[in-house]
């Protein structure tokens, strides 16, 4: 059975900066995709961040250069730093994992999802 759970979300000023984790268990799949999504109220759930079975990353236009993805394969762990927060920000993020090989950053294209944690970022 596939777990992801994320922890690390809180409230922060803006210019501050969090990380956020997600312990992966049950993902059991050679080439694979874990990516971190995020929603804000009355908003579409929107990609954020990826990162495939290679190391090969991806981000969305809105966080370039402001987030980062990475994963500690030995931890079973998926991390986001994210830095230079804005109240835009604001918003559930998800952890997310696909059995594809690569990434695309659409939400039909994941299998699998953590419950969510909050993040929210004052002005």
């Known amino acids: 059975q596939v777990q992801l759970v994320e922890s690390g979300g809180g409230s922060v000023e803006a210019g501050g900066s969090l990380r956020l984790s997600c312990v992966v268990s049950?993902?059991?799949?050679?080439?694979?995709?874990l990516g971190w999504f995020r929603q804000a109220p009355g908003k579409e759930r929107e990609g954020v961040a990826g990162?495939?079975?290679?190391?090969?990353?991806i981000y969305g236009d809105s966080v370039k250069g402001r987030l980062t993805i990475s994963q500690d394969n030995a931890k079973n762990t998926l991390y986001l730093q994210m830095n230079s927060l804005n109240p835009e920000d604001t918003a559930m993020y998800y952890c997310?994992?696909?059995?594809?090989?690569?990434?695309?950053?659409?939400?039909?294209?994941?299998?699998?999802w953590g419950q969510g944690t909050q993040v929210t970022v004052s002005s």
């Open positions: 997310a994992g696909s059995p594809l090989g690569y990434c695309v950053m659409s939400r039909g294209v994941f299998a699998y």
């Open positions: 990162i495939d079975s290679d190391g090969t990353t």
């Open positions: 049950g993902f059991t799949y050679s080439r694979y995709c």
